[in-house]
Nanobody, 123 residues
Framework: QVQLVESGGGLVQPGGSLRLSCAAS????????IGWFRQAPGKEREGVSC????????YYADSVKGRFTISRDNAKNTVYLQMNSLRPEDTADYYC????????????????WGQGTQVTVSS
């Protein structure tokens, strides 16, 4: 079964950190660019970050630049999103997907999505 599976979400206090993981099963990630998206209740989906298959290109939304770091470990078939200095406005469901990644952002491609992991930033 071809799928992406996110993990690592949870409840964290403002200023805290979380690391999200996006693991692939049924296919290998090394040929795909991967993006992270988030959607908060009542808001549109937002592209957060992406990384190209060869790691030469990364993108960060202005809202997370300097706080979030995307990385990948192709040997583990996993992409990570390290989130530091979390803010209440980072609260959302976070999803990973296969994308086309450029310095301008991520465009969904090939149609592989995970089921999402919830991040709540609250004191």
């Amino acid at each position: 079964q071809v799928q992406l599976v996110e993990s690592g979400g949870g409840l964290v206090q403002p200023g805290g950190s979380l690391r999200l993981s996006c693991a692939a099963s049924g296919f290998t990630l090394d040929s795909y660019a991967i993006g992270w998206f988030r959607q908060a209740p009542g808001k549109e989906r937002e592209g957060v970050s992406c990384i190209s298959s060869n790691e030469r290109t990364t993108y960060y939304a202005d809202s997370v630049k300097g706080r979030f770091t995307i990385s990948r470990d192709n040997a583990k078939n996993t992409v990570y999103l390290q989130m530091n200095s979390l803010r209440p406005e980072d609260t959302a469901d976070y999803y990973c997907a296969t994308v086309r990644c450029t310095v301008l952002g991520a465009m969904v491609e090939f149609g592989y999505w995970g089921q999402g992991t919830q991040v709540t930033v609250s004191s």
